[in-house]
């Protein structure tokens, strides 16, 4: 690697040029190949290879990965510093978003506090997934068109991934004049360890993925916030609050692990474990709350249509059931909700922005669903 390095980084060789181009052609071969042996055992140290290959036909990157001599102290800081605190490439993409109304309809007044364009990419494609996956996806192909004006290539490899029951490609990173990663799910990466669970199969594995891929995003996106009612009943808190944050996570690990004592219970008592851990799940809002169609939306609802299974054990085994999840306008679903909370930001105006927890009724006990709502008397 040492002398590719040094035959590459010499400008006006026509050696170097002839190894270039023979780079960028195995880099190409190497990133088709991985498209079709996604089950390869050698899947791993392939995508190792080609971002080693990144790294090595980016000659702005060489001094740093690849110095000739050990470096000091001032040279490696320096490039660090100037990658962080420097100008921001990205900005005007992120400026070009907040000026977009329809856009502004589900995130509110936002405003980007990232100060380097590492995390200003991730903060941006995360803010995507808050919004109806359509206008998302039209977003994407906007910025990723506009990056590669700055230099800077849409990278599907160079990802992080979070342990998943599935594996799911949620967002790109870049290469280039930006280096930045992306994000996808995987079942080759372990669930997060805090639930101390490892992938059994079926439904749990679900489960366990969804409250896995929540706790990472606590950990890394600063917008979220919790309406959990057994922590906080009177309102909805952000989790920047280090307070809020155990409180909440205690809570949602608690109602997993309830889940997993319970599935082999009486079908009633695993069915309330469900339903108390489907209103942890839902619990996690944005502000203004995520419209139901987005990708975060979509996860969601995939938790809570794991229900149907539990209700239907539950049927089998003799019980009278019924769950109805509350949307639409307030004053037709409140009778079947208790300790509603009220916004004055995003959603419609007299209705539902958000199911926290479903209603439900088992045999004749009647367990009142939650709502987050808009007031009907806002303009």
């Known amino acids: 690697m040492q002398h590719l390095s040094k035959l590459l980084e010499i400008e006006d060789s026509q050696l170097a040029w002839v190894l270039r181009l023979g780079l960028h052609g195995l880099r190409t071969q190497l990133q088709e190949a991985l498209k079709e042996a996604k089950t390869d055992s050698g899947q791993s140290s392939c995508q190792e290879l080609v971002r080693e290959l990144d790294q090595l036909l980016q000659p702005q990157k060489l001094e740093v990965i690849t110095p000739p001599t050990p470096p000091t102290w001032e040279e490696v800081f320096e490039p660090i510093h100037l990658e ?41 494609q995360r803010l995507l997934l808050r919004v ?80 896995s891929v929540c706790l990472k995003f606590i950990d890394i996106d600063t917008c979220l916030h919790h309406a959990l009612k057994s922590v906080d009943r009177f309102g909805v808190r952000s989790l920047n609050s280090e307070s809020e944050k155990s409180k909440y996570v205690t809570a949602l690990l608690d109602r997993f692990q309830r889940v997993l004592i319970t599935t082999d219970a009486d079908p009633a008592i695993a069915l309330r474990a469900r339903l108390d851990l489907d209103e942890a799940i839902h619990s996690l809002v944005y502000l203004p709350p995520c419209d139901r169609f987005s990708w975060w939306g979509k996860l969601q609802q995939e938790a809570r249509r794991t229900l149907d299974s539990v ?20 004053a037709d679903i409140y009778t079947w909700s208790k300790d509603d909370l009220q916004l004055n930001i995003g959603g419609v105006p007299g209705e539902v922005s958000a199911c926290l927890r479903v209603c439900a009724k088992i045999n004749d006990e009647v367990i009142p669903g939650r709502v987050l709502f808009r007031s009907s008397s806002e303009a």
């Open 311 to 330: 209700v239907e054990k539950a049927r089998d085994a003799g019980y009278q059931v019924q769950i109805r999840p509350l949307w639409g306008t307030y």
């Open 84 to 124: 962080l605190s420097g100008e921001q490439k990205l900005k005007h993409i992120a400026d070009a978003l907040l000026a977009d109304q329809e856009l502004l309809q589900h995130i509110g007044a936002y405003k980007f506090h990232s100060n380097n364009d590492v995390d200003l990419w991730n903060e941006i």
């Open 132 to 211: 109806p996956e359509k206008l998302a996806h039209t977003w994407r192909e906007c910025i990723l068109a506009e990056a590669s004006q700055l230099g800077a290539l849409e990278d599907k490899l160079a990802v992080q991934q979070f342990g998943f029951s599935r594996n799911e490609h949620v967002y790109s990173g870049l290469q280039g004049s930006v280096y930045a990663t992306g994000l996808c799910l995987s079942d080759q990466v372990g669930f997060d360890p805090r639930l101390q669970v490892e992938t059994r199969g079926g439904e749990l594995d679900l489960l366990a993925g969804i409250v």
